[in-house]
């Protein structure tokens, strides 16, 4: 079965451009989350979703991200605009909240912003 | 709010010898989850192992095997016969019913030849 999916795995912009990074779920999941990672604060949950609908996104940083979950198998964030500090590898997890507890990660987006 | 904390910053290991990860965590849940997840160099989170806070029996998967202290409020993670693929950062992680993981700041695992 395939994991999570992300896109792209790298990722360097300049400040003030737009940045979206792309998520595919593990297909019958029902949970997606998107985490920041940085040295500083560790890992951060930003947004999750359930069936679609955002959830919680008392993480997200400011309104210059937003996420959106058209449907049950992708999911984007994006920022816009982009400033230095956003620099951080970004991991998409999900999961099912039937017969599992566990959250699976993607492989993460390393993102800079120069 | 729930917090977890992991004590040691950083750990090594001689290859073939087992080590110890600590984890501490703070909640008023009876009802709870908590997991290991290692992060290789790849930096891939990789669950490796997970224990419910209503059974008693430590959780054990190969090498890796949990020593859960409810009352305590301890989570240590052993790692037997140590291998250099077990190099990482490890970190352990809380979820009580109805909300979502919380991580603990990470061990990073050095595992010597």
């Known amino acids: 079965d395939a994991g999570v999916i992300q896109s792209p795995r790298h990722e360097v912009t300049e400040m003030g451009q737009e940045v979206t990074l792309r998520c595919k779920p593990i297909?019958?999941?029902?949970?997606l989350f998107w985490y920041r990672q940085t040295m500083m604060r560790g890992l951060e949950l930003l947004i999750y979703f359930n069936n679609n609908v955002p959830i919680d996104d008392s993480g997200m940083p400011e309104d210059r991200f937003s996420a959106k979950m058209p449907n049950a198998s992708f999911s984007t964030l994006k920022i816009q605009p982009s400033e230095p500090r956003d620099s951080a590898v970004y991991f998409c997890?999900?999961?099912?909240?039937?017969?599992?507890?566990?959250?699976?990660f993607g492989p993460g987006t390393r993102l800079t912003v120069t | 709010a729930q917090t977890v904390t992991q004590s040691q910053p950083e750990m090594s290991v001689q290859e073939a010898e087992t080590v110890t990860l600590s984890c501490t965590y703070d909640?008023?849940?009876?009802?709870?989850?908590l997991f290991w997840y290692k992060q290789p160099p790849s930096r891939q989170m990789i669950l490796v192992i997970r224990q419910e806070a209503y059974k008693q029996q430590n959780a054990t998967e190969n090498r890796f095997s949990v020593n859960f202290q409810k009352a305590a409020k301890s989570f240590s993670l052993k790692i037997s016969d140590s291998q250099l693929g077990d190099a990482a950062m490890y970190f352990c992680?809380?979820?009580?019913?109805?909300?979502?993981?919380?991580f603990g700041s990470g061990t990073q695992l050095t595992v010597l030849p």
């Open positions: 909640t008023s849940e009876s009802d709870y989850y």
């Open positions: 297909s019958g999941h029902d949970y």
């Open positions: 992680a809380y979820r009580s019913a109805g909300r979502q993981l919380t």
């Open positions: 997890a999900s999961r099912y909240s039937g017969t599992g507890v566990e959250q699976y």
